[in-house]
């Protein structure tokens, strides 16, 4: 059972018309959540409104309270110890979040991976190998969209940890194709979000997800933002907030790198490995008393999360295939890569791949590569554009 | 028949271990290059040499202004008033250098456009269009190699002049595939070495013209330069002479733009088009009193000359994959940039890229666009150097 005052906050929360600010300022102002509540109507009142704003009773807000907890979420309000302390330096910080997983991890230091949705290869291969390396020293934040945020997401969880930020509720998959994604991140990292269990995502909660991702992040890193872009919303909050900004460079021919070169000239750091990114985060040696330079790349973090036992060698094949066709993605993985990380023996791995070919669902690449083929997925990559 | 003072200048000159520094301080303190030439013999003997520094003779500089009025030249001294007075500037100016072209050409603002020898077709694209849009409103200056520099010149010729700084003699075409450039720059705009006609380019020469080369210009474009490749050096020299350098950024992923990359984190002007460069030339409002914005881009001369003939259809197809990969990069290139840039049939460039993709080694993208898949193709671009 939640505490009451817990309630109260929520409901506050919810009501119609307060915005993060003045929620703030009404608990800030009044001794309890149930206080601002009544300060609320009073106010609506005098301010010359005919009627008072609708604030949720205490059994829409207890009915959250159950969606949430049923889901294995959890609602952390501001004044909580376990709210994320990077993100509530916000001035419009969200009064509530709810949280699907390690809610310790948002206290972590986080560097937040964003780009765009029709990324090419060349950018999805920037973003795992720039996550992959980044994963093993800072929590990889992201926003689950297709494209660079799923593959940064995807190589994070390989070396370290990974944060989700999304739009809608935690219940609801989206995009449907990070699906399981989503719930590999709830179950080894965590997914956050401001809205309501069942909320659908649309066009105008996206802003507010990307105030999540920069919000909970010490800088964000931009691969493959066009002008224009969602992603460059994401960064010029985390310039507003102090938070560093690192862009990848790109051809000037190609649109979907021009947002980030635009970063580039406008001072961001220039950024080709994860070293130039740790080098760069400002806070960082606060934050760890030995600094970036000398933590190096070398150091994996503690990590309370073990990879699954080795398959008895007897297991079918057929639960070897799933396991490598869930590591497997549209970016070329190398087999290397995939042996260490499906820990079934090599043997198995090259059958198991040999097969998945035969059939059409792997292509081979060269230098020991091999990529599912998600044919749905990469036409849509081309054709949409950027949230 | 050339003046006696000139003619002792040359030998001055060309005397053996006499540098432009000790060349020029010679000049300056000895009434006359015939004293400073007496004044070297006994310097050489009061400092313990056994012989002293062999001297050409009055024959031996007499044949030179020869054979360079022979071709065409002209030899231009440091106190002459057509000197180029930028390149005047430098502690080492040389102290003569020999012109085939347009002489007044040299004083005109240049910029500097150089890079790889083994470009991408984006690379190409890229020097392409700055040249042609910058020689609307200032001379291009570049080293006439292979790749950028070639396409540089060309372009340039496009829509207004250009000048070729060589590392050999006047007479001496190189490399081979730009011997007709070289006569069209010779024509039409200026082609200039500090080499002795007949001198054939080696490897030590190079850094000379890479001093020209920047000496000339007032700022320097670095389209697609390796690291430790001959175009930073270029840029270092620019540096060093307090000329602005700019650099156009390219992915982390091609080898090829990792110094451009490492130019733009030490503070070249990103450059995406010939405006960033216009906007950033200091001086050149000094020079231009209608400033870079006002003068803009008008209308281009006439040109006559004309891209190298197709290669010829029966070359085999090996030869015609090395030249497509090499052309090729992370940036997705339009296949009619590839076809014009290869000189290969169309049909032998779609056979090509059929093959490369069916090998994994290029990807397909919409709008007839072409990427190389990095991983398969950096064995080949990370051996070779440019100079």
Redesign the interface.
Known sequence: MPAENDIHCLRLTRTEGVGPITCRRLLERHRSPEAALAALSAMARSGGKTTAPRIPSVAEAEREFERTEKLGGRLIFINNPDYPPLLAQLDDAPPVIAVLGDVALLAKTAVAIVGGRNA???GL??AETLAEDLARSVTIVSGLARGIDGVAHTAALRTGRTVAAIAGGLDVAYPTENTNLQRVIAERGAVITEATPGTQPQARHFPRRNRLIAGLSLGVVVIEAARRSGSLITTRIAQDLGREVFA???????PR??GG?DL??EGAV????AQDVLDNLSGFGALFPFGPKRRGLSEPPPCDFDDPPYLDAASNLSQARERVVSLLGPT?TKVDDLMRRCQLSPAVVIAVLLELELSGLV?????N?FALLMDAASQSH??EQNV
């Open positions: 090419s290869a060349a291969r920037m990848v460079p790109g051809s000037p021919l190609d790198t021009r070169n580039l000239r220039l950024t080709e490995t070329p292509e081979t690449l060269p230098g590569r081309q054709t």
